[in-house]
């Protein structure tokens, strides 16, 4: 079993800057794997980075040369840094692992972007 809890969320003003966490606790051995996904009122939930099997980076294309995935070297932490936020981007963030035939979701974080 495998628990994810974000956190970094909150208001900002257009253009500033959000730094999102997720921590995993659990055996993740089997990791394939993981990444941040968003969900806007009203909308389904999108894909916004994740590391892949392979351990590359994809972004979706509306964050691509704002947003940046990363983790520390035991998979347990991954960060979404955001910047140059628009109010296009609030939503509720969710962290996912994909670990073995399972996939994991944390409860999400708010981000919420307006003046």
């Known amino acids: 079993q495998v628990q994810l809890v974000e956190s970094g969320g909150g208001l900002v003003q257009p253009g500033g800057s959000l730094r999102l966490s997720c921590t995993a606790s659990g055996s993740i051995i089997s990791i394939i794997d993981m990444g941040w996904y968003r969900q806007a009122p009203g909308k389904q939930r999108e894909l916004v980075a994740i590391f892949t099997s392979r351990g590359r980076t994809v972004y979706a294309d509306s964050v691509k040369g704002r947003f940046s995935i990363s983790r520390d070297n035991a998979l347990k932490t991954m960060y979404l840094q955001m910047n140059s936020l628009s109010p296009e981007d609030t939503a509720v963030y969710y962290c996912?692992?994909?670990?073995?035939?399972?996939?994991?979701w944390g409860q999400g974080t708010q981000v919420t972007v307006s003046s």
């Open positions: 996912n692992y994909n670990v073995g035939p399972r996939s994991y």
